[in-house]
């Protein structure tokens, strides 16, 4: 009887735990519309508004959302729409045009695909246009429908906005804003975009006919409050279907909260980058070990996630470089400690590393110079060395001039945890030059 | 009882999975926790780096292949621009289908056309529910494509608002690859290079079946120490301990010695193993080269790579030609006086013996030097009168043509042609010596 019931409750567990990393995995991953919003109630309303007065009263507009990676643009751009579309009204009436930069790399090309998205291909059909201005003048155009006497409002979106800042002319913008301007149909042009300088890339005459609204997301909240971010993040919604289950979940993200080790994990990840998107992927993480033996997340979890985000790469590759690597990464530390971080090139690191072998090494064997190349060309192959003008035919591959790109620092640090190394050259590593 | 527990895969599976990777047990375990489940959503990109030959392309085509997810496995190497890179994804995609193995050419030029086409092949192929898979192998080629590529597989699965993931793999650290305006940052994920111990229990998988797993663990064991310390790439070693094996046995074979006589094969190879670093391990010799001087039980002696070839036969006066040129290469010009002239007067002592040791003109490389002062040189260093003939004029074209000269600069210059000379030390001390001519005496940084 027991065992059928521990069964059943197992069973339960398994598909509980499947339907709880499947809700908070779409939270983390995908960014669902039907998250919460932190900190921006302002800005959300700013938004709301003027997309309202374009969509009920008709009005063009023009504005900019600007704010760094990560921040947020395109979550409350969302969320505005979905707000907007619950009125019957602008869910009939409204069309929009998403455009990327990242996609339309040229003007021609995201002048086909506003089309498409218009869905004005058959209308458009064979029709060569002289110039940009026409073409989208006629689509805006063709946009009233049968006996209405004005067009229905069009919402252009544009992603990524400073990419389409260098296109040529930037013909697609200067249309975009002096529609907006000038034009009888409502037309709203809303760019995203993370750089804070974009009014200077604008051309005068864009510039001009841009309203210089600018909406800004700037993460502009305090430790308190990421916290409570943290506490959101993780609740399951009422609705979830195992209710026992979620209170316990909820109760357990509570205390978490409180914990002393996870507020210290989360206070360091919040001094790196304050953004809810690396907050994400480090619930993410500890999300990802949330089994049926492991139902609920701990301190640990947290600690284990914060570790894997914050790992130097580079101390990793050092580590798995051989020994005579090694030690020609310690020739160019001590050339660069000599000679004030001017460049050098392999033949004098070669000749650092025939100095170690005669005086100090008993370890290390004395490689012919072909061999110790092939370890040269290994690090120039993992860009931990780089040529400073690039690889040239000409000159002879042991005379060209390189950089290293790992400081004192990392390479001291790196010898510490590194494997079997050898006592005279973590030795010759530390030594000054005392002894040349 | 498998270490890699999830509740999707049947156990059997999970245990197959576990014996095609060893020593790659954490990574794997870690990549089946963050996939979860195969409707659930992952991270839209991963960055898995790591050294050469650390297992990553293996592993991820083994887990994906065993586990049967629906990916595409593209390498940008092949793929070098961005329409091959995407027409390929594509084309990899239709024939995810059972019905259309191979799937057909699907044209598309830009990444716009890509999302397009992309979000139409998951919805006609059912695919909905699962995630994709995206591979891209060597991913550091990607940073030479254009450069709205790498973010736009970065956001993949936010433009095209489906299931799918894609994950990088490359040897380069993430921050060499990281775009100027920033980007959708992926996980990062390092594959930790193998240890000493994991190597050897690889290498020791490889053994041909006559002889036990004994005695094949003691050979490697004798590879890694000679060649561990430089060289820590799995498949390199695999290489050389396949060619170098059968050498290895012979003593046995040879009935000289027994499977446990350690000292014996030892004195064998030892010899052996360190020619082959010079020479195999360089790639100056093919493999087959290798494998029938081993058969013919040469002398190791007799062996010499391309580069320790140290003289080729010149005429007369190239060589002195190419002293000429060596000298006029790494002395500077000033010291001309001091070396070539008969006479050459009091020098004031301190400006000329003023050398810092990195300005040794031997680290630094050689100078262009022109035409006149070559020839000067020449007329100095050579016993009996020479005439400046075309005859030496075109040994100077030859010289250059065998690359032992560089022309510097323009073919057409109004003060005349610069060289530069391009031979070692070493190479230019072999052909003073067969003229009887003491170059040392005669440079600068040796003084």
Redesign the interface.
């Known amino acids: 009887m027991s065992k059928r019931k521990s069964k059943e409750t197992s069973s339960v567990n ?1 598909e509980c ?2 339907q709880v ?2 809700i908070l ?2 939270r983390f ?3 669902c519309p039907n998250g919460k919003l932190f900190g921006v109630q302002l800005q959300y309303k700013h938004l709301l508004e003027l997309l309202k007065r374009t969509t009920i009263h008709g009005e063009s507009n023009s504005a900019l959302i600007i704010g ?3 921040s947020g643009k ?1 979550m409350l751009l969302n969320h505005v729409l979905k707000e907007l579309m619950e009125a019957k009204q602008v869910r009939e009436n409204l069309m929009q045009v998403h455009l ?6 040229n003007d021609k ?1 995201a002048l086909k ?1 506003i089309t498409r998205q218009l869905q004005m291909e058959n209308v458009v059909g064979d029709k060569v246009f002289g110039s940009f201005a026409e073409n989208l003048a006629f689509l805006l155009e063709a946009l009233k429908k049968g006996d209405r006497d004005s067009s229905c409002p069009v919402l252009f979106i544009l992603d990524e906005f ?2 389409f800042v260098h296109h040529k002319n930037q013909t697609l913008l200067y249309n975009l804003f002096d529609i907006s301007q000038s034009a009888q149909t409502p037309v709203t042009v809303i760019g995203l975009t ?2 804070q300088d974009i009014l200077e890339l604008l051309e005068k005459r864009v510039k001009s006919r841009f309203s210089h609204r600018q909406i800004y997301l700037m993460n502009s909240f305090d430790f308190k409050q990421y916290l409570r971010i943290f506490k959101e993040q993780l609740y399951l919604p009422a609705e979830f279907l195992y209710k026992p289950f979620t209170q316990k979940w909820n109760k357990n993200v509570q205390s978490l909260s409180e914990d002393r080790t996870v507020q210290d994990v989360l206070q360091n990840h919040f001094h790196c980058s304050k953004d809810l ?2 907050l994400h ?1 480090l619930l ?2 500890a999300l ?2 949330i ?3 492991h139902p609920f997340m701990t301190g640990s979890d947290l600690l284990e996630a914060s570790k ?1 985000c914050r ?1 130097d ?2 101390a ?2 050092v ?6 690597e090694i030690c020609l990464i310690i020739a160019m530390k001590h050339l660069n400690d000599v ?1 004030e971080g001017e460049p050098f ?1 392999f ?2 690191v070669y ?1 650092e590393f025939q100095k170690f072998i005669q005086r100090k090494a008993h370890s ?2 004395n ?2 110079k ?2 110790v190349m ?2 040269f060309e290994h690090l120039l ?3 931990l060395i780089k040529p400073i003008e690039g690889l040239c035919v ?3 591959r ?2 060209l001039l390189m950089k290293l790109l790992l400081d004192n620092n990392q390479i001291m640090d790196a010898l510490q945890v590194y ?2 190394c050898p006592t005279d050259v973590k030795q010759w590593a530390t030594s000054s030059l005392s002894w040349l | 009882m498998p270490n890699f527990e999830h509740p999707e895969y049947p156990e059997a599976t999970l245990l197959h999975l576990e014996s095609m990777v060893p020593c790659r047990e954490t990574q794997v375990s870690s990549l089946l926790s963050i996939f979860g489940e195969r409707q659930h959503f992952s991270f839209p990109s991963i960055f898995i780096y790591g050294h050469t030959s650390s297992g990553k392309t293996y592993v991820m085509q083994t887990l994906l292949e065993t586990l049967e997810l629906p990916h595409v496995f593209v390498n940008c190497v092949e793929c070098f621009t961005s329409r091959l890179l995407l027409e390929e994804i594509l084309t990899q995609l239709q024939s995810l289908s059972s019905e259309n193995k191979h799937g057909s050419h699907v044209p598309c030029d830009t990444f716009n056309d890509f999302v397009r086409l992309f979000k139409q092949e998951i919805i006609t192929q059912d695919l909905q529910n699962q995630t994709v898979y995206i591979v891209l192998d060597k991913a550091e080629q990607l940073r030479e494509m254009e450069a709205n590529v790498l973010p736009g597989f970065l956001r993949l699965q936010e433009m095209t608002d489906r299931n799918v993931t894609v994950i990088f793999l490359s040897e380069i650290v993430w921050e060499l690859f990281r775009p100027n305006t920033g980007c959708l940052e992926p996980f990062t994920l390092y594959f930790p290079d193998y240890s000493i111990g994991h190597l050897q229990k690889i290498l020791s998988h490889y053994h041909p079946p006559e002889y036990s797993a004994d005695f094949y663990a003691a050979y490697i064991n004798i590879l890694l120490g000679v060649f561990y310390t430089v060289c820590r790439d799995l498949k390199e070693l695999r290489h050389l301990a396949a060619l170098n094996f059968t050498k290895y046995c012979e003593p046995v074979v040879r009935g000289e010695a027994n499977e446990r006589d350690t000292r014996r094969l030892w004195k064998n190879i030892e010899s052996h193993l360190k020619k082959a670093m010079q020479t195999v391990y360089l790639r100056e010799i093919s493999s087959s080269q290798w494998e029938k001087i081993q058969q013919d039980d040469g002398e190791p002696g007799h062996l010499k790579g391309l580069s320790a070839h140290a003289h080729v036969e010149l005429p007369y006066y190239s060589k002195f030609l190419l002293i000429a040129a060596y000298l006029a290469s790494y002395n500077p010009a000033r010291t001309d006086k001091r070396f070539f002239l008969k006479h050459h007067g009091k020098i004031k002592k301190t400006n000329f013996l003023k050398k810092h040791e990195k300005t040794s003109n031997h680290l630094l490389g050689p100078k262009p030097f022109p035409l006149d002062r070559l020839l000067a040189i020449l007329y100095s260093i050579v016993d009996n009168k020479v005439a400046p003939t075309a005859n030496i004029f075109s040994q100077i074209t030859s010289l250059v043509t065998l690359q032992l000269l560089t022309l510097v600069g323009h073919d057409d210059q109004l003060d005349g042609p610069k060289y530069k000379c391009t031979v070692s030390l070493d190479f230019i001390r072999a052909i003073a010596r067969t003229v009887n001519f003491d170059i040392i005496k005669y440079l600068y940084d040796f003084l």
């Open positions: 398994g735990i499947s990393q499947r995995r779409e991953c995908h960014q760094p990676r990560g395109t990327n930069g990242l996609l339309q790399t090309i695909e400073d990419l993370c750089r998107r690396s992927m993410m993480l990802s070990s089994t049926v033996s894997s790992m790469s580079k990793n590759i580590h798995g470089l051989s020994v005579l000679y090139n033949q004098m000749n290390m064997y490689f012919e072909p061999v092939k370890a192959q993992l860009e000409r000159a002879q042991e005379y494997p079997n």
